[in-house]
């Protein structure tokens, strides 16, 4: 009996003492000490990561490129030594500069070598003689035909750091002119150039009951062509006074500059490269050049262009700027680099491209001349590789101007109004515009383009111009491979 009693009160403990525990095992189960979503398994599988992982290692910094402490020297004819700072970024760059060649361990110097006149031939003979006086020359480009007929430049896009001159920093106008067979034996970082374009005095367009912009509109719009610029230079053209003489022509220029502009406007150029002969060739009698030298002559002698003075003593190649500066004339194809002789002119003016020719390949574009940079041939590959390096480097972005805008301040306080910077000079700026090949052959000249050794474009057809001009450049180009 007593056995039963013991029996049942143990019992009933266990079934208290199992009831407790089912208790706590319940109101444990409902405490979520972590944030919505997580569970158990994945805070264990998180804990035990952070107890297994291995730390991410830093990675250790690329060493500069050490170029074994070698001088560089960039010739020119015109250094007379360094300028002085005179703005913060001008002394940034200095100060990067300096750091550049601690860095690299290099050191760089741009030096006068030979005046203009001894440039070139110290250049052959310094090359030829396996001596370069210097690693990179800046060339006149008058002085490039001869050492690369010769072989002397360096093939520089087999440089491995000039990475093909694909970065935005190069001139690709210069890459595509010294290119042969696939090498570009030329380069250059200057890309603030300006070339051709047309001037036109807006108080003659608005007198005529056009808008004093209307070049603007046509350029924007792609209908600056050379029809357009014939039809309103018939427009412009005025006898103002009824005594049968042009007082107010509506096209002035010197005629080679008007030629020329068209040649390239057309999509076309005086000379041509064959890569199967590896020669320059006289290009003048192609259609697209033919129908250049016809423009001009169909508008010259159509009394649209203002002839050039036959006075003895007279000023030939400057006559067009009084011309233009005294309301004589309605448009002035030039070169940018006039905008200083019109200056104080008192009608206003604005500047576009040429207009597009007809041609397969035309588009507006100007024509641009610059000094390239080219290295000597048989040049050590290592140490052209490390020149081109350390070259690349020298005139890159300063670090912290990168995103800095263009300064456009110089043209604003040079042109009339806004839209002649924003749509005509950013653009050219920009590369829209071409090198001329006539610069690789010595001797050659753009005024046999407009038969400026016969009388001009007076008297002559187009296919007579070329003709002549055709003879002057088939002498030329055969001398010069001759020798």
Known sequence: MKLKKLLAVLLVLSMVLTAFSACGKADEATVDPEPSGQTNEQDETKEDDGEDATPTPTPTPEPPRDLGGIHITVADWYTTGQAEAKTKKEEDRQAYREKLQADHNFTLTQENVAAWGEYQELFITSTMSGTPVADIFIMDPAMVPEPLKQGLMYPVSEIPSFNNFEDKMWNNAVKESYSQNGKIYAFSEVNELLGLGVFWNKRLFEEEGLDPDYLYDLQASGEWTWDKMKELARRLTKDTDNDGQTDIYGITGWQREIVKAAVFSNGSDYVRFNSETGRYENNQKSDEVLAAIQLAVDMFNEGLIAPRPLEEGSDEIRFFIDTFNTGQA???????????????????????????????????????????????????????????????????????????????????????DARAVEETIVPMLDGQGVFSLVYMIPKLSFRHGANEDNGGLANFSAIEIADAASANYDSIINDFYED
């Open 330 to 416: 309605a448009m002035c194809p030039a070169e940018w680099y006039r905008h200083t002789d019109f200056a104080d002119m008192v009608d206003d003016w604005g500047f576009v491209f040429f207009p597009k020719g007809p041609g397969p390949n035309a588009k507006m574009q100007t024509m641009y001349l610059t000094n390239p940079r080219v290295m000597p041939a048989d040049m050590d590959p290592d140490r052209a590789d490390a020149v081109a390096f350390a070259y690349s480097k020298w005139v890159g972005e300063v670090p912290g101007y990168e995103d800095d805008e263009r300064d456009l301040s110089y043209y604003y306080a040079s042109v009339r």
